[in-house]
């Protein structure tokens, strides 16, 4: 009996710890907070990767990018990284050894030669392609052709009208900033007719841009500009003007008048390594310089080797 009222105290209590617990509706309870997204790891490079840093040039930029794509398919374990900023700043990096490679549209000055060695750094000139400088004007500029000398006249603002040309309205200067290798060489061979130590300059007048994209694209909105671009970066939003040679053909910048020396302001290409350089930068400018590599160059629009 005694056995029988505690057994049914117990089913008692039992049914009432059921009733409390169930008491508020499950639909009704409040929600429990949702745990915080941990962040992710930042992913480890993978093991005995190399990274090669290659900075300068902006016309050998685009590419170089294309160059260091192209390298993953070769060794997936190198990582190119690039970057601009003008030859100067290249040259100015490997000096300081900030990076492995400087991309360079002009040979190295003296003093800068004599900066690295100063640091005990002796840097190798490795030519990797060539280009041509494109003179370029607004789409409705009606010229047709322009010789070295007046190009001159041009971009020291002794001549500021395009009437005298066969164009029209006032001249718009449009030039790369002083660090670029294209300035330099523009300065040196069409202003100064080729002497490295001419005083000639840019007239004050002239805009310095610091990328080729930015004078393309200033030259396709602007009516009276004119400026000047690496061949690999001519495209249908600006118009080319063929340069007089001293034969007195007009001659247009190509991959063909380049390669034969037609064109009159063309240059070679060049990355800057150091003489101590590591096995896998070695490698890479080994590379650059072989079939496939020099295959991408002219895909690029530059002249290949």
Known sequence: MLRSVSMALAAALLVLAVAAGCGKPQEEAAPAAAPKA??????????????????????????????????????????????????GTGFKAIIDGTCDIADASRKIKDEETAAAKEKGIDLVENLVGYDGIAVIVNKDNPIEKITIDELASLFTAKTTDWSSLGGRGEVVILSRETTSGTYEYFKEHVLNGGDSKGKVNFAESAILLPSTDQIRKQVSETAGAVGYIGLGYLDESVKVVPIVAKDGSEVLPSVATVKDGSYPISRPLFMYTQKTAAAAVTKYIDWIKGKDAQAVVAKEGFVPL
């Not at 160059?67 to 060794?75: D, P």
Request: a neutral charge.
């Open 38 to 87: 941990s962040a992710a790891p930042a992913k480890a490079p993978p093991a005995g990767s190399t990274t090669i840093q290659a900075k300068g040039s902006d016309t050998l930029l685009q590419v170089a990018q294309a160059l260091a794509e192209a390298y993953k398919a070769v060794e997936p374990n190198v990582s190119v990284s690039v970057t601009g900023g003008g030859t």
